[in-house]
């Protein structure tokens, strides 16, 4: 079996708890360890362990600050316990999520961590929720989430000169833009796709400020992303701010759907929201690609790769606009289109969208990559 982060040949399955899976080569080699702290509960809980991936980040944290009491190779130049933690920003509801988070870690390890004291975890929490990186693959599918303290001195633009990208456990920063030196390096936190004022609701709930950049100065590319369809009887500023709330409200309403129904209701909410907001918004506004790849990914899901790639086709475009150059998003949907062509025997368009999804895989993840290696096997293969 691959490892899905080095994809190397030689994955083990743990012999106790038959849960987890571990990689036999360099990618993970410090993994093992720190799987014990797991091990016993795995194998009192069984199928009732569910830690979310924040508790168990903050208890491999734990644990690591007692195995090494200095400073580990990821925080030469910032260490976890200096992250800022904006505990004097949190509301209520945030707070109350930390001590459901801070339960969890005592239910699930309580017999295998020495706790600090409960105003302690609070703040390694909110250090977590602020400072954490959600590890990706080449299709932008979730692996998993880390820290890593000195990718985390960085800033946030939404012009970003710099991405951050995976190899094994290791983050690697590089330059998608001209640095000069004294120049100050910048990524950014976000999904770039959306309009100023969601690009800010979401940095200040999630980070606790306000964007300055050039972007969200100038503003230059909002009336491109909120697109409106050409209509004889254009519809007025109340109708269209209308549908923006409504938008807003689907995406947060098909993020709660997504627990419980099931994936052609799912698929149903998407065409219907899809339907109502094309009735004001053109293909290219960003609401209606959210929905897009919403839809395209259930129908993934569902194997129903025509149906994938009819969204696909509709986003390729308009995402390539919207996005900076040298996008992950972009690289992904050209690769999930490439995919998708070769499946279903569209050799020349599978051809074309994998080279594309090359050529920005190249600069953002290196051409070293396994990813860039795995596609351009796929393409000899073809």
């Known amino acids: 079996m691959c490892c899905p982060s080095c994809r190397k040949e030689g994955l083990s399955k743990c012999g106790r708890c038959k849960q987890a899976f571990y990689c036999n080569v360099e990618c993970q080699k410090e993994d093992w360890p720190m799987h014990k702290l797991e091990c016993s509960a795995m194998c009192i809980f069984g199928q009732k362990w569910n830690p979310s991936e924040t508790v168990r980040l903050t208890a491999r944290i734990l644990a690591k600050q007692k195995i090494h009491s200095e400073r580990t190779q990821s ?12 505990l004097d920003k949190l509301d209520n509801e945030k707070r109350e999520l ?40 080449e299709e932008l599918s979730h692996l998993g989430s880390a820290v890593f303290p000195d990718v985390a001195l960085m800033n946030h633009s939404c012009c970003p000169n710099v991405i951050v990208t995976y190899k094994g456990t290791l983050a690697e920063v590089r330059a998608v833009q001209e640095i000069e030196p004294g120049d100050e390096v910048f990524t950014s936190y976000i999904d770039l796709l959306y309009p100023t004022e969601d690009r800010n609701d979401r940095l200040r709930d999630s980070y606790f400020f306000t964007c300055d950049c050039r972007e969200c100065t100038t503003k230059e ?22 549908m ?9 309403e098909f993020r709660r759907a997504k627990h419980y129904k099931s994936p052609s209701e799912l698929l149903e909410v998407c065409e219907l929201s899809l339907d109502k ?30 149906g994938a790639l009819r969204y696909g086709q509709k986003i390729i475009k ?26 279903l025997e569209n050799r020349t368009a599978g051809m074309k969208a994998l080279k594309k999804a090359i050529g920005i895989m190249e600069v953002a993840h290196g051409k070293d990559h396994l990813y860039i290696s795995e596609i351009k096997k796929e393409l000899e293969d073809h």
């Not at 293909?283 to 919403?294: E, K, T």
């Not at 308009?318 to 499946?343: E, I, T």
Request: contains cysteine; negative net charge; hydrophobic residues 40%.
């Open 318 to 343: 308009p995402y390539s606009k919207h996005y900076p150059l040298y996008s992950l998003n972009v690289a992904s949907m050209w690769l999930k289109l490439g995919r998708l062509y070769m499946a």
């Open 98 to 137: 930390i001590q459901n988070d801070i339960a969890a870690l005592h239910h699930f390890y309580s017999k295998h961590i020495e706790y600090p004291d409960n105003a302690a975890l609070v703040v390694l929490f909110a250090q977590v929720n602020c400072n954490g990186f959600t590890i990706e693959d």
């Open 75 to 86: 925080e030469k130049l910032l260490g976890v316990k200096e992250f800022e933690s904006h």
């Open 277 to 306: 907001m094309g009735s004001v918004f053109k293909d290219s506004n960003v609401y209606m690609l959210h929905m897009m790849y919403q839809a395209m990914g259930v129908c993934l899901y569902m194997q129903d790769w025509e």
């Open 221 to 242: 590319k909002d009336k491109e992303k909120l697109e409106i369809r050409k209509l004889n009887d254009p519809p007025s500023a109340e109708v269209v701010q209308g």
């Open 244 to 252: 923006i709330r409504y938008a807003r409200n689907m995406i947060e």
